[in-house]
């Protein structure tokens, strides 16, 4: 049994057209989320490499958009 199975029989047997539709919202809104942190990370690489910021502004900049905690930054830091 994959993982969607598993999710269909543990479910309840019905579910509202709100629920549905409320919780369609949120898959959206996570996705649309993580789309936001690819591209901040991806900006912030790309200004990195192209010597348009430094290492110390490319993390204070990780910070302040909030996707510094996917940097995995060895032993001492990184994504949890």
Do not use: C
């Not at 936001?36 to 204070?60: C, F, H, P, Q």
């Amino acid at each position: 049994m994959n993982s969607t199975q598993h999710h269909a029989v543990r479910g309840k047997a019905a579910d509202t057209a709100s629920e549905r539709d409320f919780t369609l919202s949120v898959f959206r809104t996570a996705a649309a989320r993580q789309r936001l942190a690819v591209n901040s990370l991806e900006t912030i690489g790309t200004a990195l490499r192209n010597k348009l910021v430094d290492v110390d502004g490319a993390m204070k900049w990780a910070h302040d958009e909030g996707v510094i905690g996917y940097l995995d930054l060895g032993p001492t830091g990184g994504a949890q």
